[in-house]
């Protein structure tokens, strides 16, 4: 018989198939060839992006026209919110609306199109996630801004428009209902039990861890227990954290080595699957930093969302997360990291 | 400027593309070709479904060999939820669980593989409403069943398994998460204006009907102001009801002519795309029918759900529903009825 699983935070119930649970191979994700065209993220076409807000280069010269860089930020050329102007609140008849302020950027992973994260060497992953701090950072100040999400769509199946890989942050005047709900769940528990919930999940994980993928030091990478999603992943650090910007510089090289792991082990279980992450932190400020921990939510686009899931908020997820944890932990880690030519890559004419 | 808009039942925001909004030819659906293999849905291979829980047929046998029905409504071979059973609750840790009780049925609305619901008579599209109608009163008596979800997929990019049109049932143990925050925002309207803020809306959109796509003497179809997906249209009966079964004789007329005229503009202005829709109802019993009224959404699938989306619970919408609602009026609304083989129907070999 399926269960019917609850979110220990949000209150959301999945429907888990615990017999017949699929494997990794009963999944057909939908591929794509790779789009022909310039690839304005690609070394040498650094004029077909917006300014940069932020980069790593050896010359440290911010839009620099030498191809040195190995991180680069620059504001999304067609962004869902727009960088100018002030927040206005008004109503139209009972509806109300707010002008659409925020931000919209880009973290260019690396210069090289056809190397996925996952197979970037560690140190170059850990630059990535300095420079999330660093964005993340920069926004929080911004008095218009309610919260800043960094998020990852990778495979035009899971929503990614251009190949060459890539972050994206956006920066909205409010905070999202997905994380007030979850901050809402993380303050109910912390009233009732006066300890965070996150942290009480990664100790029941680890007391019996039958769903843990990975674990060093700082972190630990789990299947959790009500996943929406076949093969869905969770990076906590262990030690109870509200912000993304509190990381220490070795829970960042930490941090770094298992989300190369974690993503090198879902490639290669599922055969490098188009996937999302989103990166749920506090909102800006201290108000909520006592009951929420911050976290990376991994998800494979291995399902197709439909009529059922848009109309109850139910999930349907045809591998139990205990199987789930069993395939990743079988599979290898390392994603061979093979360089391409580093000018004017393009993925065809 | 793009605009964040609110939904005023759920207080969900969305982010409107006001300007440069995309035209129906903007978006590229997803097209696959006919499945191949005997279809179970078709005239002559009733034997392949489980045995029918209804049917509407000549002869009014239910299960009769004899192919002479024009519905039929069958528990589904591969169910989410198992109908035998108890709705256990119980605890894992700090988790919770319930044994995954309740039903899974497929309504086939008509034995036409070819014909979609946009294309059959009115009179037809009639009885498949009345088909809905019997299984929500026949489920909503069950003791174990919290709430009845009818949907419909059509398109394999929707998560349509089969071809043949049909519409689906799940009954569930508990409210699902989507239902219940639609009830509480009702609610909280309720209590603060005396007013079911679903009748408002329709005043307010028929005050100035730049989003009302059809309307009819008992219903209205509109694009709602906060619309998360383009093209995303509501039918609502103008008289507030909490439940679909309380529709009278004349009003299931109306609405089938409505739903057949709403169906076929989306059809011809988007060229038979990929689509969705859910039946929103009361939860058995009579606990919200004051402060809720139920309602059809229709989601034509154009867009991808990604990181951004499934990170904050936003949604960005590229069409605005003003122009939505244009693009729509200006289709045709009548759908070709091709009528095909009605014997031993099958996609291919």
Request: net charge negative; with cysteine; hydrophobic share 35%.
């Amino acid at each position: 018989m399926p269960e019917l699983r609850k979110d220990p935070v949000t209150g959301r119930w999945v429907i888990i198939a615990t017999e017949r649970s699929k494997r990794p191979k009963d999944y057909e994700t939908l591929r794509m060839e790779p789009r022909p065209g310039v690839c304005p993220f690609c070394f040498g076409n650094e004029s077909l992006t917006p300014e940069e807000v932020l980069s790593f280069r050896h010359n440290g010269k911010r839009n620099s026209p030498e191809p040195d860089w190995w991180v680069r930020v620059v504001p999304n050329k067609y962004p869902a919110l727009s960088f100018e102007g002030e927040a206005v609140r008004r109503a139209e008849g009972l509806y109300d609306l707010i002008n659409g302020v925020g931000a919209h950027e880009v973290i260019i992973e690396s210069p090289d199109h056809q190397v996925p994260l996952a197979a970037l060497p560690e140190e170059h992953i850990r630059e990535i996630l300095w420079a999330y701090r660093d964005r993340l950072i920069a926004h929080s100040k911004d008095p218009r801004i309610g919260y800043v999400l960094i998020f990852k769509n990778q495979g035009p199946a899971a929503g990614a428009s251009l190949d060459h890989p890539h972050t994206q942050l956006i920066a909205t005047p409010i905070v999202p209902v997905q994380v007030k709900e979850e901050m809402k769940g993380a303050e109910r528990y912390f009233e009732y039990k006066d300890r965070c919930v996150f942290c009480d999940m990664i100790g029941q994980e680890e007391r019996k861890p039958s769903r843990v993928v990975e674990g060093t030091n700082h972190f630990v990478a789990f299947e959790p227990y009500a996943s929406r999603f076949p093969f869905e992943t969770w990076v906590l650090p262990r030690r109870h954290q509200g912000h993304f910007e509190s990381l220490s510089e070795s829970e960042v090289g930490d941090l770094a080595g298992l989300l190369k792991r974690v993503l090198g082990r879902i490639w290669n279980a599922l055969d490098d699957p188009p996937f999302n992450f989103m990166l749920h932190v506090s909102p800006p400020g201290d108000a909520d930093t006592e009951w929420y921990h911050w976290h990376l939510e991994i998800i494979p686009k291995l399902t197709t969302v439909a009529g059922f899931e848009w109309g109850s908020g139910f999930y349907i997820n045809p591998t139990a997360p205990g199987d789930a944890c069993r395939h990743l932990r079988q599979a290898d880690w390392e994603v061979p990291y093979k360089k391409p030519p580093r000018v004017h890559q393009t993925t065809g004419s």
